[in-house]
C-alpha cells in the first residue's frame, strides 16, 4: 500500500525566518515522483515543487528547496524567508509512475508577521 | 486563460437526489481526475481517466460514477449521494508526455453537503 505522512498539523513561522515542514511516504516502487503543494485559503491547489526519485540532487524552487532521502523515505519542505503569503494548507504527495496520485493529510502553515 | 472549471462550486442537496458535478479544462490535457478533501484525509483519489473512454478508479470510488466523452470533460456523478459524500471535491488535470510529470493543475473546488 501507498501511504504518506505528514506528522505536524500545524506550524507557525515568524515572518523572514525558515520553516521545515515534514513529510515520509512507502511504497515498494522503485520509480515515481514527490510533491509539496499549496492550498491558500482561497483554496486553489497550487503546485510549489516537484523531485523525480530518481534525482539524487534535491530541487529548489526560490525559496522553497526539499531534502528528500530515498533510503529513508522522507522528503521535507523547506520556506525560507518565510513571507505572510506562505500561509496556506501544505499537501506533500507522490505519483507512481502511471497513473495514481496519493496526498498527505496536510500540514497548515501560519506566518506570523 | 489556462484553467480548470468545475461546476457547482457550492450545493446542498438530499439523500438519494442524483447529481452531476461538472469538470472542464481548456489546456487540452490527456489526464483528469477527481479528489475528495476531507479534514485529516487529505486528498483521496476518487477516479481518473489517462484519455477519452479510459477510466479507472482511485482510492475511494464507491458511490461515484465518471464518464470521459470528450478530452475537455470529466463530470462526477453521484446517483444517489449519501451524507457520508459530504466533502470539498476537486478537479484536476494534467498533460501525458507519455508520462505524467505530476504537474496538476486544479479546478477550485465543489463544496458539497448532503442532507
Known amino acids: 500500500a501507498q501511504t504518506v505522512t505528514q506528522s505536524q498539523p500545524e506550524m507557525s513561522v515568524q515572518e523572514a525566518e525558515t520553516v521545515t515542514l515534514s513529510c515520509t511516504y512507502d511504497?515498494?516502487?522503485?520509480?515515481?515522483?514527490l510533491f509539496w503543494y499549496k492550498q491558500p485559503p482561497s483554496r486553489q491547489m497550487i503546485l510549489v515543487i516537484r523531485?523525480?526519485?530518481?534525482?539524487?540532487q534535491n530541487a529548489t524552487e526560490n525559496r522553497f528547496s526539499v531534502n528528500f532521502q530515498k533510503a529513508a523515505k522522507s522528503f521535507s519542505l523547506k520556506i525560507s524567508d518565510s513571507q505572510l503569503g506562505d500561509t496556506a494548507m501544505y499537501f506533500c504527495?507522490?505519483?507512481?509512475?502511471?497513473?495514481?496520485?496519493?496526498f498527505g493529510t496536510g500540514t497548515s502553515l501560519t506566518v506570523i508577521p | 486563460e489556462a484553467q480548470v472549471t468545475q461546476n457547482p462550486r457550492y450545493l446542498i442537496t438530499v439523500t438519494g437526489k442524483k447529481l452531476t458535478v461538472t469538470c472542464s479544462q481548456n489546456?487540452?490535457?490527456?489526464?483528469m481526475s477527481w479528489y475528495r478533501q476531507d479534514p485529516g484525509l487529505g486528498l483521496r483519489q476518487i477516479y481518473y481517466?489517462?484519455?477519452?473512454?479510459?477510466?479507472d478508479k482511485g482510492d475511494v470510488p464507491e458511490g461515484y460514477k465518471v464518464s470521459r466523452k470528450e478530452k475537455r470533460n470529466f463530470p462526477l456523478i453521484l446517483e444517489s449521494p449519501s451524507p457520508n459524500q459530504t466533502s470539498l471535491y476537486f478537479c484536476?488535470?494534467?498533460?501525458?508526455?507519455?508520462?505524467?510529470?505530476?504537474?496538476?493543475?486544479f479546478g477550485e473546488g465543489s463544496r458539497l453537503t448532503v442532507l
Open positions: 484536476a488535470s494534467s498533460l501525458w508526455l507519455p508520462i505524467l510529470t505530476g504537474e496538476l493543475f
Open positions: 511504497t515498494s516502487e522503485n520509480n515515481y515522483y
Open positions: 523531485q523525480e526519485a530518481y534525482k539524487q
Open positions: 504527495a507522490f505519483m507512481i509512475t502511471g497513473n495514481q496520485f496519493y
Open positions: 489546456m487540452n490535457h490527456e489526464y
Open positions: 481517466s489517462m484519455n477519452v473512454e479510459v477510466t
